[in-house]
């Protein structure tokens, strides 16, 4: 399951700018993935690469060697927007779940 997720969360993340695979993680961990390391970020991007969910391009950098950008295509684009609303379906049935079934123990 939480690989669907962080791929939801990368491609969103892609949506807004072009970013690189380091500042990328840096991003993720900002939002409290910080059990993800680069080394499971690059083969995500590569196999998003490999479905044209995602494109790159090698851009200077002013700290050492070129960095690889990547960017939605449009099927990248129509995936992210299926993501959110399967996210939003599983969320509203997991909050119902937890609403109902928390209560039975409370004596409702």
Same mark, same amino acid.
């Given at each position: ?10 491609? !969103?993340?892609? %949506?807004? /700018?072009?970013?690189?695979?380091? =500042?990328?993680? $840096? ?35 002013? !700290?050492?060697? %070129?960095? /690889?950008?990547?960017?939605?295509? =449009?099927?990248? $684009? ?31």
């Amino acid at each position: 399951m939480m690989k669907g997720i962080l791929d939801g969360c990368i491609l !969103a993340i892609i %949506k807004n /700018k072009e970013v690189y695979g380091y =500042e990328l993680a $840096e991003k993720l961990e900002d939002y409290g993935f910080s059990n993800f390391s680069e080394g499971t970020i690059y083969p995500l991007l590569l196999r998003m690469q490999k479905e044209k969910l995602v494109t790159s391009t090698l851009k200077k950098s002013t !700290a050492g060697p %070129k960095r /690889k950008y990547y960017r939605l295509t =449009e099927n990248g $684009e129509q995936e992210l927007q299926n993501f959110i609303e399967r996210w939003e379906i599983l969320q509203t049935n997991v909050n119902h779940v937890l609403a109902h079934e928390t209560k039975k123990g409370k004596g409702v």
